[in-house]
């Protein structure tokens, strides 16, 4: 029941921090602060299906520029659509194929899985570079965010401050929800099976079905977060849909940790503002970025969240004989 | 009912090694029914057939007046057949509760909802803790289940067999590794949490299945030797010769 308070008071500073933003921070900060919103669902939905459910997949991007893909050509090709519409139009894309992909890899699982994710990947990755007339190759397509329409008001998101609060609302209910997901009958199922799949079958789960049901929610999630990034840089391009990207949203949980709930926001953190800042001091950023993902791979397997909580516990004497929790445990999710 | 469950000349081999060669039994509703026979006889393989874990090489079970020979586990046990494992098989890292609630909310349909929380439900919480009561677990039903002593996983994994509340129960030896003494208190608790459901039980106490039994069927190379009751079984010679002489 306290917990249950604090977690109140969290969500509501979070919430009033978040409302302030556009007013104490620059432009530019604020850019960057909207791409960690949208990046950070993009790795929370990657670790409910790494972290949670033990399911370590290379295709994840697919579903992100998927959706993105879709969004910018709704707004290409029907100018008239308001910015809902074209999210619910990317949304509905990665749905779909996270259905098609998941029923064809349901019955896959460690690195038959991972290597099947792989292949699906490269091939929507070979659709995006060469369907030049649809997704504009090398070139991608740029777009103009539409006006979000509230049916008793047209509101504009050209400008950043509103984009940004847009965002904030709506990704942000995303990623809370994403938190009470992993508490309700199917969050908890997820992780029941990561630990005993067996046994669950024999108390009348479909575990298959609740595997596909998983890989679609995350897809979902994940092309949310592609729609938005989409509109948040008004451009997609194959880089979207790329192992690249698959890689930068793995690196991103890894760094923050998967077996925390908040672990892969931290992740996002961490990678997206030292990124910028390498990327301003030197052009070789992204090996910095490979060594410092081998060191932490190396030497810190559990990630950042791991490094907090242990250092929680230090300071305040919170022994935990099993040290770090596992999400599997009832406490060890926020 | 004496077609209540009727296993119908199973057969099973594991790539040209035959297991199972024919084997037939009955079990009425309510019963208690035992199957023995020495180690290596078949006895798991046969529950994991009747369970959905294996697919018979030929042959096939009626549950109900249903050929069920080949269904998957989770069909088998919302149709109400529930059973153990031999080597405890429970969810290590969760508490004896959540492990109990995780085949009770299955039992209520409360197995993929995305909105609804399972522990927040009351009516599943009062489930649970009766049951957990039941297999005396109380004392500790908040620590993991990695931290039981032996005896209290044993239970554990009749509570979560239990948990989906079936009305056909197969425990796979669940006595395997107790003294006498505790195999005797053991099953007077499965007698207790068991009763007015069926049951068949692995078992390799004799005096037990003796006292428990209404039905014994004698598992021996891969075939039922005799399935009768128990006055009938230690008199038969065949069972006298092949299982019961040696010890
Ligand atoms: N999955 C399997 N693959 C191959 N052989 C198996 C398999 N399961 C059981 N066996 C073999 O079948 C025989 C019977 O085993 P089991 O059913 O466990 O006997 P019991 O439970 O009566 O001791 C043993 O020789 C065992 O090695
Ligand atoms: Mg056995």
């Known amino acids: 029941m306290k917990k249950q308070g604090n977690i109140f008071i969290c969500m509501s500073g979070l919430i009033l921090a978040g409302a302030l933003m556009p007013v104490i921070l620059s432009q530019y900060h604020l850019y960057i602060l909207t791409e960690i919103i949208i990046f950070s669902l993009f790795a929370v939905s990657y670790n409910l299906l790494l972290g949670y459910a033990g399911l370590l997949s290379f295709g994840h991007a697919l579903f992100f520029g998927l959706s993105g893909f879709a969004t910018a050509l709704a707004i290409i090709h029907f100018p008239g659509l308001t910015l809902l519409s074209t999210v619910l139009i990317g949304l509905a894309a990665s749905i779909i194929a996270g259905f098609v992909i998941g029923a064809l890899l349901l019955r896959h699982k460690g690195s038959y899985f991972a290597l099947l994710t792989l292949a699906f990947s490269a091939l929507f990755y070979a659709v995006a570079v060469k369907w030049y007339s649809v997704t504009g190759g090398d070139n991608g397509l740029n777009i103009v965010r539409p006006d979000l329409n509230l049916g008793f008001a047209s509101i504009s998101v050209s400008g950043l401050a509103h984009f940004y609060y847009l965002t904030l609302i709506v990704v942000g209910a995303t990623i809370i929800f994403c938190w009470y997901f992993t508490q309700t009958a199917m ?148 | ?55 018979p090489s030929s042959g096939i079970i009626l549950y109900k007046g249903k050929d069920v020979s080949g269904k998957p586990p989770h069909i088998l046990n919302r149709s109400g057949l529930s059973r153990s494992f031999q080597i405890t098989n429970v969810f290590q890292q969760l508490s004896v509760f959540d492990n109990i609630l995780s085949g009770v909310r299955s039992r209520y349909g409360l197995r993929y909802h995305f909105f609804k929380r399972p522990d927040r439900d009351h009516h599943l919480i009062e489930k649970v803790e009766a049951l957990v009561a039941e297999v005396g677990l109380t004392d500790v039903k908040d620590q993991p289940a990695s931290s039981l002593s032996y005896g209290q996983q044993r239970a554990l994994e009749i509570g979560v067999t239990l948990s989906t509340e079936p ?81």
């Open chain 1, 187 to 334: 969050g908890k199922t997820v992780l029941l099976m990561r630990d005993n799949e067996k046994r669950m079958q024999f108390l009348g789960y479909n575990t298959n079905f609740a595997r596909l049901i998983l890989f679609t929610f995350t897809g979902a999630l994940a092309g949310l977060a592609g729609s938005f990034y989409a509109l948040h840089f008004e451009f997609v391009s194959h880089m979207a849909v790329s192992i690249n990207m698959t890689t930068v949203v793995l690196l991103m949980t890894f760094v923050g940790g998967t077996k925390k709930f908040w672990g892969p926001i931290l992740g996002v953190f961490v990678y997206i503002i030292f990124q910028n800042y390498l990327s301003d001091l030197t052009d070789r950023w992204a090996l910095i970025m490979g060594f410092i993902f081998v060191f932490m791979v190396l030497f810190v397997p559990g990630g950042l969240s791991e490094v907090i909580v242990k250092i929680q516990q230090r300071l305040f004497g919170k022994r935990n004989d099993n040290g770090v929790k596992y999400i599997a445990s009832e406490e060890g999710n926020l």
């Open chain 2, 1 to 55: 009912m004496s077609d209540y469950f009727h296993v119908r000349d199973i057969h099973k081999d594991f790539s040209g090694m035959k297991v199972l060669t024919g084997v037939d039994f009955k079990v009425r509703k309510n019963e208690r029914h035992a199957v023995i026979g020495p180690n290596g006889a078949g006895k798991t393989t046969l529950f994991n057939i009747m369970s959905g874990d294996l697919k």
């Open chain 2, 167 to 247: 009305e056909l129960i197969l425990l796979d030896e669940p006595t395997a590794g107790m003294t006498h003494e505790e195999t005797v208190q053991a099953i007077k608790l499965i007698d207790k949490v068991t009763s007015g459901r069926t049951l068949i039980i692995i078992e390799h106490d004799m005096d037990v299945v003796f006292s428990l039994a209404d039905t014994i069927s004698v598992l021996y190379h891969g075939t039922i030797l005799v399935s009768d009751s128990p006055e009938k079984v230690s008199n038969d010679n065949r069972v006298k010769d092949a299982y019961l002489g040696e010890g």
